[in-house]
């Protein structure tokens, strides 16, 4: 069962920028999609980005232009660098990798971002 591990959450003000890393236990991740999500209280987990196994990136129109996702096979490692982050950024964001066969959850990375 593949592992992910979400870290670089934090508080930032508004306009400021972080990154995101996810990484990804076993020998699949150069196979795998790799997505992030996030979850704002009261509401439904929203894609954020994706990043297929061959490079292809494609985001939700609410961060396209301020966030990037970007992986690292040799590390099996995802980020997502978040730059011009705005208060409705707020929310837990979550990895999630798909091989063809298995789908996996990170715990998941609490970001604040104070106006």
């Known amino acids: 069962q593949v592992q992910l591990v979400e870290s670089g959450g934090g508080l930032v003000q508004a306009g400021g920028a972080l990154r995101l890393s996810c990484v990804a236990s076993g020998s699949r991740f150069r196979f795998s999609a790799m997505r992030w999500y996030r979850q704002a209280p009261g509401k439904q987990r929203e894609l954020v980005a994706v990043?297929?196994?061959?490079?292809?990136?494609n985001y939700a129109d609410s961060v396209k232009g301020r966030f990037t996702i970007s992986r690292d096979n040799a590390k099996n490692t995802v980020y997502l660098q978040m730059n011009s982050l705005r208060p409705e950024d707020t929310a837990t964001y979550y990895c999630n990798s798909h091989d063809g066969s298995q789908v996996a959850w990170g715990q998941g990375t609490q970001i604040t971002v104070s106006s």
């Open positions: 990043i297929t196994s061959g490079g292809s990136t």
